[in-house]
Each structure stands twice: as structure tokens, then as C-alpha cells.
Nanobody, 124 residues
Framework: QLQLVESGGGLVQPGGSLRLSCAASGFTLTYYTIGWFRQAPGKEREGVSCISSSGDMLNYGDSVKGRFTIYRDNAKNTAYLQMTSLNPEDTGVYYC?????????????????WGKGTLVTVSS
């Protein structure tokens, strides 16, 4: 069964860091573009970052550029989102998603495979 499982969320103080992981099972992530999305309470899900299958193409949402880094370890069948300089506006449920696209193309409504999410809370 094809599955994505996020982990690494939690409570962190403003200015802190977290690393989220997205582990795949039932399929090989190597051939898939991976996206990270988040949904804050009362808001729509938004794209955070996207990485191509080979890892050589990346893109980031404007609000996280310079603070978040997406990367992947295909040997471990896992993708990551390193988050630094967190602020309360980063609070939300973070999801990873996968699609067999070319390049760093992660349309929110076009990703067929999703994890169940991990909660990130940034608060003092």
C-alpha cells in the first residue's frame, strides 16, 4: 500500500528550528516530485516547498524563502523540510505529497498522494 508518513512536528519557540521528515512506503520516492504544504487553522492549504525527483530543482513559497530548506535522500526513501527562524505564522499542519511530475512542480490540487500531516506549533 502506497503511504507517506510525516514526522518531526511539535511545539517550538519563535526563532527556533524543526526538521520534518516524509517517509514513503509501498513505492519508491526516487521517481516522484515531493511537495510540502501547510494548513493553518481557518485557512486554506498552501504550498510551502517543492523538490524534483532528482533533487536538482527546488522552489519555495515567498513566506519561507531563506528560512526553510527542502531536500531528499532517495536512498532512505525520505524527504525533509528543515525549518529555521520559525515564527507564529508558521503554525499549522504540515503535509507532504508526491506526484510523478517533471521538475519542481507541485500543484496543490494535483498531487495524488498525501500523508496525514504533522502539527507544528510556534509559540512562546
Amino acid at each position: 500500500q502506497l503511504q507517506l508518513v510525516e514526522s518531526g512536528g511539535g511545539l517550538v519557540q519563535p526563532g527556533g528550528s524543526l526538521r520534518l521528515s516524509c517517509a514513503a512506503s509501498g513505492f519508491t520516492l526516487t521517481y516522484y516530485t515531493i511537495g510540502w504544504f501547510r494548513q493553518a487553522p481557518g485557512k486554506e492549504r498552501e504550498g510551502v516547498s517543492c523538490i524534483s525527483s532528482s533533487g536538482d530543482m527546488l522552489n519555495y513559497g515567498d513566506s519561507v524563502k531563506g528560512r526553510f530548506t527542502i531536500y531528499r535522500d532517495n536512498a532512505k526513501n525520505t524527504a525533509y523540510l528543515q525549518m529555521t527562524s520559525l515564527n507564529p505564522e508558521d503554525t499549522g499542519v504540515y503535509y507532504c505529497a508526491a506526484a510523478a511530475y517533471v521538475g519542481a512542480h507541485c500543484p496543490r490540487n494535483g498531487m495524488p498522494y498525501w500523508g496525514k500531516g504533522t502539527l507544528v506549533t510556534v509559540s512562546s
